[in-house]
């Protein structure tokens, strides 16, 4: 199993059922999930820096990313937490 395979399990084992259940809507409805949305009151929700924070975070926390920059966590939450829901 590779870094990115272990990556991906931890991830799909350690998101919030509602933060899985969030973004998996976001994608349904964008294909993509770094987006900007509305909110009710149309306020910006910024799905980077809630949502994805939190999976950077999550990402972090695994001790599988210790030698990613921030930038490599910006550039890649997306697409291994697309794989870890399985929304591709």
Not at 7 to 34: C, G, Q
Not at 81 to 88: D, Q
Request: hydrophobic share 40%; with cysteine; aromatic share 10%.
């Amino acid at each position: 199993m590779t870094t990115k395979d272990a990556l991906i399990s931890y991830l799909r084992e350690n998101i919030p059922k509602d933060i899985k259940r969030f973004l998996s809507l976001v994608y349904e409805e964008h294909s993509k999930l770094n987006v900007v949305l509305l909110d009710y009151e149309h306020f910006p929700h910024c799905i980077h820096f809630k949502e994805g924070m939190l999976i950077r975070n999550l990402m972090r926390e695994s001790g599988m990313c210790d030698n990613f920059t921030a930038t490599d966590l910006d550039n890649t939450w997306e697409e291994i937490t697309i794989r870890a829901l399985k929304l591709n």
